[in-house]
């Protein structure tokens, strides 16, 4: 599986892929940092069988920590995106290519409202975040729109002349779409839930390819949204705005500068750190200068507890 870590310029979409994989990557506070993809292995923390076994684990892949298992998932970072992506604006071209490998995502949206629709900032709460949400979800559906009308006429006529079966209508609309990784089941869930008339797809319209493609892009990719930036103070506020709106998604405060940190301060040897963990320990606090103590205080008590 590949996780496609994904969303607009400058909300911390880097700084939260470093903190998964503490890959050595660019990071900056302007837009387009990320021009070509990242790539990187991401760990899932699951309860380890070797508790139940009474034996330590070794695992092949992965790693093992008190227990818990973390099993590796590779992860593509790709270029920001800006509005009109489908249509070529900003990196988008290169974004949705990129994107098209991504089995499922994680959607970083700045949950403060500091970074406006063009990935600019702006002051902290003056920007609705559940604006990104839509705006990602409109530039998936109108790519998926352009991919699927791409040789549709001649497809669609072809399809009629040979007045085929309902079932290898079916077969043929999937190996048309086959490039998003659609399959027939998906395809024949999609059409009955439409209820598109199978023996004339030449009467399907524009709208009704749209309809299509909204539903092809739910099934094919699913998403997560990460609301980055938890840990300035209205983002609680805007976190909740968004479940409240979005209550199909999962949606996770989460803040990936502190990750970072913790991560990078574990790795150190100055504190015990197990990632995911919502508390840690202070090592070598004699190491730790007053602005390192400073910010894993923050940390403590602005995010983890």
Same mark, same amino acid.
């Given at each position: ?8 310029? /400058?909300?911390? +979409?880097?700084?939260?892929?470093k ?5 050595? !990557?660019?990071?900056?506070n ?10 990187? !292995? $991401?760990?899932?923390? !699951? ?10 684990? /070794? ?11 973390f ?9 920001? #995106? ?29 949950a403060? $409202? ?19 949400? @839509? ?7 109108? *790519? ?7 040789? *549709? ?9 040979? @007045?085929?079966?309902?079932e ?35 009467? *399907?319209?524009?709208?009704d390819?749209? +309809? ?8 094919? +990719? +699913? ?14 506020? /805007? ?22 940190? #913790? ?14 963990? /919502? ?19 923050f ?7």
């Open positions: 599986m590949l996780v496609g870590v994904v969303g607009k310029a /400058n909300v911390g +979409k880097s700084t939260f892929f903190a998964l994989t503490l890959a050595n !990557i660019e990071i900056d302007y837009p387009f940092v990320t021009i070509k993809p990242n790539h990187g !292995i $991401g760990y899932v923390k !699951i309860e380890c069988a070797d508790k139940f076994f009474n034996v330590k684990c /070794n695992p092949k892949e992965g790693y093992c920590i008190n227990h818990i298992r099993v590796p998932v590779e992860l593509i970072d790709v270029a920001g #995106l800006v509005p009109g992506a489908y249509e070529g604006r900003g990196m988008g071209n290169q974004f949705l290519d990129d994107l098209r490998q991504a089995d499922v995502l994680i959607h970083i949206v700045d403060s $409202g500091s970074t406006n629709e063009l990935g600019e900032p702006v002051t902290p709460g003056s920007y609705n975040p559940c604006n990104d949400i @839509k705006f990602l979800e409109v530039e998936l559906d109108m *790519w998926y729109l352009r991919l699927i009308k791409k040789g *549709w006429d001649r497809f669609a006529r072809a399809v009629q002349q040979e @007045k085929e079966h309902e290898k209508i079916v077969k043929d609309i999937t190996k048309h779409l086959s490039g998003l990784k659609v399959d027939e089941e998906m395809v024949e869930e999609v059409l009955s839930k439409l209820n598109l008339d199978r023996t004339n797809i030449l009467s *399907w319209g524009e709208n390819l749209k +309809k299509i493609s909204i539903e092809l892009r739910k099934k094919t +990719k +699913k998403m997560v949204i990460a609301a980055n930036k938890i840990d300035v103070p209205v983002a609680k506020e /805007n976190l909740e705005k968004m479940k409240k709106e979005f209550p199909n998604y999962l949606v996770i405060g989460c803040s990936s500068e502190s990750e970072l940190a #913790l991560k990078e301060a574990s790795k150190n040897g100055l504190i015990e750190y197990v990632p995911g963990d /919502n508390d840690f320990k202070v090592l070598e606090p004699d190491k730790l200068n007053e602005k390192q103590k400073n910010a894993l205080d940390i403590k008590k602005n995010v983890l507890d």
